[in-house]
């Protein structure tokens, strides 16, 4: 893994870095730390424009799936990652408690 570091930007060993994938794999989005809530909806929208490619191809024959695509509806969107409490001492904040 060390040798993929550089050429993909990872220089911080301390944040989690993402990155989206096409089916060429090449990198058609990359974020690290904590995303803004354009970055998560660019994100998204990108997520959104390569499943369309896929489902596309996969309508037209050009690409058979090894395994039926199952695209996650139930997952949540940008603003609801971006709205959920990060700790503990948020979560109960946002309940209207106090921390300890």
Same mark, same amino acid.
């Given at each position: 893994?060390e040798?993929?570091?550089d050429?993909l930007g990872?220089t911080n060993?301390?944040v989690?870095?993402?990155?989206?994938?096409?089916e060429?794999l090449r990198?058609?989005?990359g974020?690290?730390?904590?995303?803004?809530?354009?970055?998560?909806?660019?994100l /998204?929208s990108?997520?959104?424009?390569?499943?369309?490619?896929? #489902?596309?191809?996969i309508?037209n024959?050009? *690409?058979q =799936?090894?395994?039926p695509?199952?695209?996650h509806?139930?997952?949540?969107?940008? /603003?609801?990652?971006?709205?959920?409490p990060?700790s503990e001492? #948020?979560?109960?904040?946002?309940?209207g408690g *106090?921390? =300890?």
């Amino acid at each position: 893994m060390e040798y993929l570091r550089d050429p993909l930007g990872m220089t911080n060993s301390k944040v989690g870095y993402v990155y989206l994938i096409d089916e060429n794999l090449r990198v058609r989005w990359g974020g690290c730390a904590d995303a803004t809530l354009a970055e998560a909806q660019s994100l /998204e929208s990108c997520t959104g424009v390569l499943l369309k490619r896929l #489902e596309d191809a996969i309508a037209n024959g050009r *690409m058979q =799936p090894e395994e039926p695509v199952e695209l996650h509806s139930d997952l949540p969107v940008a /603003e609801e990652v971006l709205s959920a409490p990060t700790s503990e001492s #948020e979560a109960t904040q946002q309940k209207g408690g *106090m921390t =300890p």
